[in-house]
């Protein structure tokens, strides 16, 4: 019997039970579906990264200081005092208020406060949208003033209002709104300013009882000077702290690493979950076929009893399981398209990349479990003696 016969036998047999067909081919469609979306999701996520990457240049650093105690404070001019070597650029060390309480008005929420200086808005390419940012003479003066992110704008005074000049309480201190920053998502670093607000770093230090620097921005002179700036911050970093174990120092590369590397993590764990309907699925195929296997048993003694051998039993039946799993293959593929093109509308903060290859190679996955999970029922179709086969109800 020829293949297209085959085909249209099968065809004909899914056609006559629907709904058996369709719940039979669930598993491989929410399994080749959900592949597409993850994977064109993680893609999305990566180019996303790779953007922000590429906004912020290639000579940015971040040192992190680990240890506690006195012996890894930093000192906020001996660091600014590093910006006068030519390696360096600009330097904005922050120290993070963590969950502090914020309040206008009746309107009160939990943000972070980042003390900062003036320098932190050309090193991490954020925008003001309203106002100003940090100066100087706020870091000089320690004047009680703050720049607002955008989520935090919106969350105390509205979408459309006006905070300039407007005063909030910020764990029982009064600080004047200076201006808002302009919507940014997270950054490179992991981190973003849309959920933050800033102050000058030693008002925040003064009102808030904080320590030293954890955390600190670097921009080098260049991309050519950014291997010397690390080196002379790990230089100045060992001899501050005697030992090169409490701090850390990672470039704009190893950054993005990072973060690439945590995108790919993911979005494999969750294509493993994927790949398990995906199983699923081919359980309930070859499920199916063993129940079909039993109702068409007089047919196959028949078709045997007039000369079909043993390689044509189990070729229909196999081809029946493949037809099954490509068809739901087929629709997954088709479903996981229309998800990936809907799925910024449902979440403008995330985009996604269409990836026709990951589709492709879902679809033939879904075909080779047809092929697995049907064999066994096809085989034992195939081994039914046809005496056997004809005495059967």
């Known amino acids: 019997m020829k293949l297209m016969e085959l085909i249209g036998m099968a065809l004909k047999t899914i056609i006559s039970s629907p709904l058996r067909t369709i719940l039979t081919m669930l598993g491989v469609i929410i399994g080749v579906a959900s592949v597409i979306t993850l994977v064109s999701i993680g893609r999305g996520t990566s180019d996303e990264i790779a953007k922000q990457y590429e906004s912020l240049g290639t000579n940015m650093l971040v040192v992190n200081v680990m240890g506690n105690g006195r012996a890894t404070q930093l000192d906020y001019n001996e660091l600014m005092e590093l910006e006068k070597l030519p390696e360096f650029k600009t330097i904005a060390p922050t120290i993070t208020k963590s969950s502090a309480n914020l309040k206008y008005d009746r309107t009160k929420d939990t943000y972070n406060v980042i003390g900062t200086n003036d320098r932190y808005l050309s090193i991490l390419k954020v925008g003001v949208d309203k106002g100003r940012f940090l100066t100087a003479a706020d870091e000089d003066f320690r004047n009680h003033v703050v720049v607002l992110g955008k989520t935090v704008k919106d969350e105390l005074f509205g979408e459309f209002a006006d905070p300039i000049g407007e005063n909030i309480n910020i764990d029982g201190y009064v600080y004047t709104v200076v201006g808002v920053l302009k919507a940014q998502g997270s950054n490179i670093s992991g981190t973003s300013a849309d959920s933050n607000v800033f102050v ?11 320590g030293s620097i954890r955390t600190t921005y670097i921009e080098a002179s260049s991309k050519d000077e950014i291997d010397q700036a690390q080196a002379t911050m790990e230089k100045y970093l060992t001899y501050k702290f005697k030992s090169s174990n409490g701090y850390m120092i990672m470039n704009q590369d190893q950054l993005m690493s990072a973060r690439m590397e945590a995108s790919k993590s993911l979005t494999t764990q969750l294509v493993s979950v994927a790949c ?23 047919e196959i003694g028949i078709r045997k009893s007039i000369g079909a051998k043993r390689r044509n039993i189990l070729f229909q039946f196999l081809v029946e399981a493949v037809v099954i799993s490509g068809l739901g293959g087929l629709i997954g593929l088709l479903l996981g398209i229309v998800l990936t093109l809907v799925w910024p509308m449902i979440n403008p903060s995330q985009t996604t990349k269409l990836s026709m290859d990951i589709g492709l190679y879902a679809f033939a996955f879904s075909a080779l479990v047809g092929v697995v999970f049907g064999l066994y029922p096809a085989n034992k179709a195939s081994r039914l003696r046809p005496i056997d086969a004809l005495r059967t109800d």
Not at 200 to 210: A, C, H, N, Q
Not at 278 to 289: A, K, P, Q, S
């Open 200 to 210: 000058p770093l030693e008002t925040v230090r003064r009102d808030f009882k904080l």
């Open 276 to 298: 398990i309907a995906l199983l699923v699925g081919g359980i309930g195929i070859m499920n199916i076929m063993l129940v079909t296997v039993g109702e068409r048993t007089r």
